[in-house]
Protein backbone atom coordinates (compact mmCIF):
# COMPACT_ATOMS: atom_id res chain seq x y z
CA UNK A 1 0.00 0.00 0.00
CA UNK A 2 1.51 3.50 -0.92
CA UNK A 3 -1.06 6.12 -0.87
CA UNK A 4 -4.99 5.78 0.21
CA UNK A 5 -7.43 8.59 -0.87
CA UNK A 6 -11.03 8.16 0.34
CA UNK A 7 -13.69 10.02 -1.55
CA UNK A 8 -13.58 12.93 -4.27
CA UNK A 9 -10.60 14.90 -4.95
CA UNK A 10 -7.01 15.07 -5.28
CA UNK A 11 -6.88 14.30 -8.97
CA UNK A 12 -3.43 16.05 -9.59
CA UNK A 13 -1.84 14.57 -6.57
CA UNK A 14 -3.56 11.19 -6.99
CA UNK A 15 -2.16 11.35 -10.31
CA UNK A 16 1.57 12.39 -9.68
CA UNK A 17 1.56 9.85 -7.14
CA UNK A 18 1.09 7.07 -9.59
CA UNK A 19 3.35 8.50 -12.12
CA UNK A 20 6.39 8.52 -9.60
CA UNK A 21 5.33 4.82 -8.36
CA UNK A 22 5.03 3.68 -12.18
CA UNK A 23 9.03 5.35 -12.67
CA UNK A 24 10.53 3.68 -9.81
CA UNK A 25 8.92 0.62 -11.04
CA UNK A 26 9.99 1.14 -14.15
CA UNK A 27 12.74 3.68 -14.52
CA UNK A 28 13.02 4.11 -18.92
CA UNK A 29 8.93 3.74 -18.84
CA UNK A 30 7.02 6.16 -21.11
CA UNK A 31 4.54 7.92 -19.75
CA UNK A 32 2.02 10.63 -21.36
CA UNK A 33 2.06 13.71 -20.69
CA UNK A 34 0.00 14.77 -17.15
CA UNK A 35 -3.77 15.30 -18.15
CA UNK A 36 -3.45 18.86 -17.11
CA UNK A 37 -7.00 18.95 -16.35
CA UNK A 38 -8.83 20.90 -13.25
CA UNK A 39 -10.62 18.54 -11.35
CA UNK A 40 -13.85 20.33 -12.14
CA UNK A 41 -13.03 19.48 -16.22
CA UNK A 42 -13.00 15.80 -15.14
CA UNK A 43 -16.58 15.17 -14.92
CA UNK A 44 -17.59 18.10 -17.57
CA UNK A 45 -20.86 17.15 -19.77
CA UNK A 46 -21.64 13.44 -17.61
CA UNK A 47 -24.17 12.23 -15.33
CA UNK A 48 -23.61 13.48 -11.56
CA UNK A 49 -22.80 11.36 -8.77
CA UNK A 50 -26.46 10.32 -6.95
CA UNK A 51 -26.26 10.54 -3.64
CA UNK A 52 -28.74 8.24 -1.96
CA UNK A 53 -29.47 10.41 0.81
CA UNK A 54 -32.89 12.28 1.89
CA UNK A 55 -30.42 15.36 2.88
CA UNK A 56 -27.86 15.78 -0.05
CA UNK A 57 -29.44 14.04 -2.94
CA UNK A 58 -29.90 16.24 -6.02
CA UNK A 59 -31.98 15.66 -9.22
CA UNK A 60 -34.30 13.88 -7.59
CA UNK A 61 -37.63 14.49 -9.08
CA UNK A 62 -41.21 13.45 -7.55
CA UNK A 63 -43.25 12.81 -4.18
CA UNK A 64 -41.22 14.74 -1.33
CA UNK A 65 -38.83 12.18 0.86
CA UNK A 66 -39.47 11.34 4.49
CA UNK A 67 -36.72 11.00 6.48
CA UNK A 68 -36.33 7.24 8.03
CA UNK A 69 -40.21 6.34 6.96
CA UNK A 70 -40.93 3.57 4.74
CA UNK A 71 -43.43 5.64 2.30
CA UNK A 72 -44.87 4.41 -1.26
CA UNK A 73 -43.69 6.95 -4.00
CA UNK A 74 -44.69 7.52 -7.82
CA UNK A 75 -42.48 8.36 -9.93
CA UNK A 76 -42.80 11.45 -11.84
CA UNK A 77 -44.71 11.73 -15.39
CA UNK A 78 -41.73 13.48 -16.44
CA UNK A 79 -37.88 13.07 -15.83
CA UNK A 80 -35.23 15.15 -17.20
CA UNK A 81 -32.23 14.34 -17.99
CA UNK A 82 -29.56 13.55 -15.29
CA UNK A 83 -32.53 13.07 -12.84
CA UNK A 84 -34.23 10.40 -11.16
CA UNK A 85 -38.05 9.41 -9.31
CA UNK A 86 -38.86 6.56 -7.13
CA UNK A 87 -41.63 4.74 -7.11
CA UNK A 88 -42.58 1.54 -4.86
CA UNK A 89 -41.83 1.68 -1.08
CA UNK A 90 -38.78 3.08 0.08
CA UNK A 91 -37.95 4.08 3.78
CA UNK A 92 -35.03 7.09 3.12
CA UNK A 93 -32.57 8.11 5.41
CA UNK A 94 -29.53 9.95 5.88
CA UNK A 95 -27.20 7.72 4.31
CA UNK A 96 -28.87 5.19 2.62
CA UNK A 97 -32.18 4.30 0.28
CA UNK A 98 -33.68 0.64 0.75
CA UNK A 99 -36.07 -0.69 -1.62
CA UNK A 100 -39.32 -1.78 0.22
CA UNK A 101 -41.82 -5.40 -0.31
CA UNK A 102 -43.26 -3.57 -3.01
CA UNK A 103 -42.45 -3.33 -6.49
CA UNK A 104 -40.03 -0.91 -6.83
CA UNK A 105 -37.79 1.17 -9.97
CA UNK A 106 -35.25 3.61 -10.40
CA UNK A 107 -35.95 5.91 -12.82
CA UNK A 108 -32.81 7.83 -14.75
CA UNK A 109 -33.99 10.22 -17.48
Do not use: H
Not at 44 to 63: A, F, H
Request: hydrophobic share 30%; glycine share 8%.
Amino acid sequence: MRYFKFGEGRYAQTEDLIRTLLKRADPNVRLPPKTGQKDTSLTKDRTPETCLSNQRISGYVGDPLEADKARTYRSASDIPVNSLSLDGAWPAGYQYFTSGIQAYSFTFG
